[in-house]
């Protein structure tokens, strides 16, 4: 359709996500560019970037080689059909991505984000005990405070209540561990707190009241992020293993956020030393630069899918842009860097220097709990009498327009978790400017 009327370039066509968006246009928060650990807006101001962009951009913002990559690519094949057909790359960063993950977790299912990949993981699971022949094992568990993305799947297992109470009964059949967290035991704790491994156990009682017969998977954040930084218990992890294997059930591990170094390894489950059944990643694989995320399971849930006619679907699941090419080739220059820069080991030698800045925020007004596990911290302030989120938000504006800090928030929790490429000097900067904010709104 011609129209005479110019279209305008305003605000207000868009509907942002996750966003109060009549705040936001009022007083946008825009970037224009990205280098490095910086964001810059339209006007040139630098914002030294505490977020990783949204958990992801773990190499830091529009590097070289990634840039390169994925120009090159565009040049070569923008795009090839995902069913029936593959390209090259696919493979390579199949073999790859599974190369750092543990144990026989060898296989790799490509899809476009986080949400995508729960549901992916939730439904191999369902169909993984269909095709043994054990299909009455449809239930599902997730966990209170757990973030799964926004699939129907992901809000189902996910236990964020503000995610879930408008849209309805979500899938039927799910149950949910409770959470890790206690202040009262566990504040200002850097690491994985000493207590509550026994909230692991909570999965016996759970089966218990379902019978194991009927339970398809357990899935869990190893560090629960987006509720706000919740490292596991000591021990945790490994409980729910036990109880999973006990009883067989699948255990899925969400390393959305955790993936690619985060914690100081590959994938957490390295760093737990737990081996899950599946492992759902996205964000990191790419450093952000373009949407990619996945599943990789172990070899014998492939080769349980592996029978029947040849010339059959062995799952009935896929998306037009699983393994899209521009992702697979950001991702192997991505992997390329990580590996070349040496960027896990480097978080694991920036941890200790990272909790001890986070904690030098330990006593000032309003901070309620410092918690840190590799390059994370949540920090939880005194929320506002009668609105709560109100402290956080205006911590984030101010921190954005007065600090050029960009940090994150999930109700009154303040997360950071910098691109792995963080100098020392820049932790310093971090710390001190995100005191200077919660002083300014407590
Ligand atoms: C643990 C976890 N799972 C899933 C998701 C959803 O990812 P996406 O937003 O790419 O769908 C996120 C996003 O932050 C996440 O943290």
């Known amino acids: 359709?011609?129209?005479?009327?110019?279209?305008?370039?305003?605000?207000?066509?868009?509907?942002?996500?996750?966003?109060?968006?009549?705040?936001?246009?009022?007083?946008?928060?825009?970037?224009?560019?990205?280098?490095?650990?910086?964001?810059?807006?339209?006007?040139?101001?630098?914002?030294?970037?505490?977020?990783?962009?949204?958990?992801?951009?773990?190499?830091?913002?529009?590097?070289?080689?990634?840039?390169?990559?994925?120009?090159?690519?565009?040049?070569?094949?923008?795009?090839?059909?995902?069913?029936?057909?593959?390209?090259?790359?696919?493979?390579?960063?199949?073999?790859?991505?599974?190369?750092?993950?543990?144990?026989?977790?060898?296989?790799?299912?490509?899809?476009?984000?986080?949400?995508?990949?729960?549901?992916?993981?939730?439904?191999?699971?369902?169909?993984?005990?269909?095709?043994?022949?054990?299909?009455?094992?449809?239930?599902?568990?997730?966990?209170?405070?757990?973030?799964?993305?926004?699939?129907?799947?992901?809000?189902?297992?996910?236990?964020?209540?503000?995610?879930?109470?408008?849209?309805?009964?979500?899938?039927a059949g799910v149950d949910h561990l409770p959470s890790t967290y206690d202040r009262e035991r566990q504040a200002f704790t850097k690491g994985e707190p000493e207590w509550g491994a026994h909230l692991a156990d909570e999965l016996e009682r759970i089966v218990a009241l379902h019978d194991a017969s009927t339970i398809a998977a357990v899935i869990v954040e190893p560090m629960a992020g987006s509720t706000g930084v919740l490292p596991p218990p000591k021990g945790y992890l490994q409980k729910l293993r036990a109880i999973c294997d006990r009883h067989g059930l699948l255990l899925i591990f969400d390393e959305v956020i955790t993936g690619f170094g985060r914690l100081g390894h590959a994938f957490a489950a390295e760093r737990y030393g737990v081996t899950p059944d599946m492992i759902v990643f996205a964000k990191g694989v790419t450093s952000g630069a373009v949407p990619m995320a996945g599943v990789i399971v172990r070899d014998g849930i492939y080769e349980a899918f592996m029978r029947g006619p040849e010339h059959v679907v062995e799952l009935f699941h896929g998306y037009t842009y699983s393994a899209h090419p521009l992702a697979c080739a950001a991702g192997l220059a991505a992997l390329d860097l990580y590996r070349d820069e040496k960027l896990f080991e480097r978080t694991q030698a920036l941890e200790e220097k990272w909790a001890d800045a986070a904690m030098t925020l330990k006593g000032q007004p309003g901070v309620l709990d410092i918690r840190t596990v590799g390059l994370t911290a949540g920090i939880d302030l005194a929320p506002h009498p009668g609105s709560p989120g109100l402290r956080a938000y205006q911590a984030m504006e101010r921190a954005f327009a007065e600090q050029n800090v960009l940090i994150r928030i999930a109700g009154d929790t303040i997360e950071l978790m910098p691109p792995l490429i963080v100098r020392e000097a820049q932790i310093g900067e971090i710390f001190d400017k995100v005191g200077r904010v919660i002083k300014a709104v407590v």
């Open 1 to 171: 359709m011609s129209t005479a009327v110019p279209v305008p370039n305003d605000l207000e066509a868009c509907w942002l996500p996750f966003t109060p968006n009549r705040a936001f246009k009022r007083a946008p928060r825009l970037f224009a560019r990205a280098k490095d650990m910086h964001y810059y807006t339209p006007d040139g101001r630098a914002v030294l970037d505490a977020t990783a962009g949204l958990w992801c951009s773990n190499a830091g913002h529009c590097r070289d080689p990634i840039v390169a990559a994925i120009q090159r690519q565009a040049e070569e094949l923008d795009y090839s059909p995902a069913f029936q057909f593959a390209h090259p790359k696919s493979f390579e960063l199949a073999s790859r991505v599974a190369a750092l993950a543990p144990a026989d977790l060898n296989r790799v299912f490509f899809c476009n984000s986080g949400s995508e990949g729960v549901d992916t993981a939730l439904k191999i699971a369902l169909a993984y005990h269909n095709v043994r022949g054990e299909g009455a094992r449809t239930r599902l568990i997730g966990r209170e405070r757990g973030y799964h993305g926004v699939g129907f799947g992901g809000i189902s297992v996910g236990g964020i209540v503000a995610n879930r109470k408008m849209f309805g009964t979500l899938l």
